[in-house]
């Protein structure tokens, strides 16, 4: 695609689960550069369609989930030059999380969640949001 072609979003949920202070990650299928990696789920945003209801479409046909959507954390980050990458925050409202497109679902609490990123078990693109979801997962506790 050319430089100034449309740029497509795509929308990670930073899942917290308030009473237990952690944080919902996904492990990768594919491509293969990041299969068996963690990630925020989620994914791209339709045309007409707003960020926040894209999350909450993508989480429900990947988890099985219904959420409620909060706000922006992190830095936005570009993937290539027509695609760009943001997490929203989330909680669980309703359902299990039960994978139907990733390997695994795992709850991590802060510790965790750096030890994983240490370890480079995180998808690349997430690593940037580390210190801010480590950040939340302590604000809120
Ligand atoms: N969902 C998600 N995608 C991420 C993250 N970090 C990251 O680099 N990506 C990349 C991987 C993919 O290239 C792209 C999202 O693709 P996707 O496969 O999740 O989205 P999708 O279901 O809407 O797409 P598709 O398979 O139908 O093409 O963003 C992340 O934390 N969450």
Known sequence: MSAAGPVRLVVA????????????????????????LWELPGGKVEVGETPERAL???????????VEVGGRIGPEVALRADLVLIALTA??????????????????????????????ELVPADAVWVSDLIEELARRA
């Open 91 to 120: 909680r669980v409202v309703s359902g299990t999380a039960t994978p139907t497109e990733h390997s695994a679902v795992r709850w991590v609490d802060g510790a965790g969640l750096s030890a994983m990123a240490s370890e480079g």
């Open 13 to 36: 949920g930073a899942i917290i689960d308030l009473e237990n202070r952690s944080l919902l990650l996904a492990r990768r299928r594919y491509p293969a550069e990041v299969a068996g």
């Open 56 to 66: 909450r479409r993508e989480l429900a046909e990947e988890l099985g989930i219904d």
